[in-house]
């Protein structure tokens, strides 16, 4: 989300939303009638995110959070540009289009006031963001019971990250995702730490990872797949100590990591 954020941003802030097609109702709320009604003519003051969520500020006191789930993607595209497969919802704009696509079609857009945004039912329960998180607060959401790549993946706990991210994170700190939070000693919690703050900076900074259906917000692909050690890597050789990748499902999510070097 958080590359998607800052391809978009430079394209679409500032530009204003003429005209919206929607081929799929389901995905928009309120009702398509209504939706286009509400955000024609409306100028996009400001793109942000929180979570996995990405937030539209727009004039008139709106705005336009959308949830990618599985295989959503926005992408800005020059006028004459053809549409990706999938496309339900266009927003034409003054200078471009912004075409929502979703393959599974599990995504939602909602348009809420702004002033109801940090209350609405989703984002209010969020946790902290990863990246701005301190030392001291993320040591203090390790102290529950729980098995640590549930507590990781939990929104409620920490806000933002996903099972990718997740499995190359702990394979950096060398621990196993199947450990209890609360028996981490204070050094895996500061390597846990670090982990989660180079691995993340790295994959934003390489676009994010293309393994299914993921683009940016200008339809390119991540190239951080190409430096995952673990996901997706079943079967091969460990690039740390040489022992095989093992598969297994913690969290109902698929997981990779070495059980030689992670403990």
């Known amino acids: ?82 549409h990706p497969p999938y496309t339900h919802i266009v927003f034409t704009l003054n200078q471009g289009v912004l075409v929502y696509a979703d393959l599974r079609q599990f995504g939602r857009l909602e348009l809420l006031p702004s002033n109801k945004i940090e209350k609405h039912p989703i984002l209010s329960k969020l946790g902290p963001e990863p990246l701005g998180i301190k030392r001291e607060e993320f040591e203090a959401l390790l102290k529950a019971k729980r098995v640590l790549k549930a507590l990781l993946l939990d929104q409620n706990v920490i806000a933002g990250l996903g099972n990718i991210y997740v499995d190359e994170i702990l394979f950096c700190a060398a621990i196993a995702p199947h450990r209890k939070a609360c028996s981490l000693s204070r050094a895996e919690i500061s390597r846990l730490f670090c982990c989660l703050q180079r691995i993340l900076k790295e994959a934003i ?8 259906n993921y683009v940016n917000g200008l339809g390119y692909k991540g190239k951080f797949q190409e430096r995952h050690k673990v996901y997706h890597r079943r079967g091969q050789p460990c690039p740390r100590c040489g022992h095989a990748i093992v598969y297994t499902r913690l969290a109902g999510r698929g997981t990779y990591y070495c059980p030689q070097c992670q403990y």
Do not use: C, N
């Open 1 to 82: 989300m958080e590359t998607i954020r800052y391809t978009l941003a430079p394209k679409i802030v500032h530009k204003t939303i003429k005209t919206v097609d929607i081929s799929l109702a389901k995905l928009v709320i309120p009702e398509p009638q209504k939706f286009r009604a509400q955000i024609q003519g409306r100028k996009i003051l400001r793109l942000w995110r929180r979570g996995k969520y990405l937030l539209l500020d727009l004039s008139g006191q709106l705005t336009l959070m959308i949830h990618f789930r599985m295989t959503g993607q926005l992408v800005y595209f020059p006028p004459s540009a053809p």
């Open 205 to 212: 900074l390489l676009g994010g990872s293309s393994v299914r």
